[in-house]
């Protein structure tokens, strides 16, 4: 008699890639969502709930527990899609779920997803005085700290007249 095991190797599972632009696609539909100043309707309370985990630092754990809330509200669930002579699509709610169901599990669960392999600092808030904005870090070593060019060179601005202003 042996033991059957069965390991999976991570640099052995094809279509990683495939993977990883799932999450990132849904990640950056997250952030526009949340950087949105448009009136978004029903959607508006999947932002505020998702908010919380950009940027979240010590208090990532109250972010997580709003996150599964999330999850479990809106019916998350693993489903693979069919359509007809292709492949099928892997998506995170039921076909039949409400559009705002739709988004909020498969937003949820591409965060999740990166929260769960400890790349929760990946997610991250602008540090630039007056902005609110998130965004998904893709640096090398997650060191990203604002938002865009904008705030980065304002933050930079306001740094450099401190300072002066200290001297
Ligand atoms: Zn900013």
């Given at each position: ?23 990132s ?39 997580v ?15 693979l ?10 998506a995170f ?40 904005r ?14 865009g ?19």
């Open positions: 008699m042996y033991a059957m095991t069965v390991t999976i190797e991570p640099g052995h599972i094809t279509g990683q890639s495939q993977i990883d632009s799932y999450v696609r849904w990640i950056e539909q997250a952030v526009t969502l949340i950087n949105s100043t448009d009136d978004i309707g029903e959607l508006a309370a999947v932002a505020d709930a998702l908010r919380p985990v950009f940027g979240a630092g010590e208090h990532l754990d109250a972010a527990t709003r996150l599964n809330d999330l999850l479990a509200r809106h019916g998350a669930v693993p489903n899609h069919g359509h007809p002579g292709q492949s099928p699509v892997l709610h039921r076909p039949d779920a409400t559009r705002v169901d739709a988004w909020a599990a498969d937003m949820g669960t591409a965060i999740a997803m990166v929260i769960g392999v400890g790349q929760a600092a990946r997610l991250g808030a602008c540090e630039a005085e007056r902005c609110a998130v965004f998904l870090d893709t640096t090398r070593n997650a060191s990203r700290r604002f938002c060019l904008t705030c980065q060179n304002r933050a930079k601005a306001s740094a450099y007249r401190a300072r002066r202003a200290a001297r």
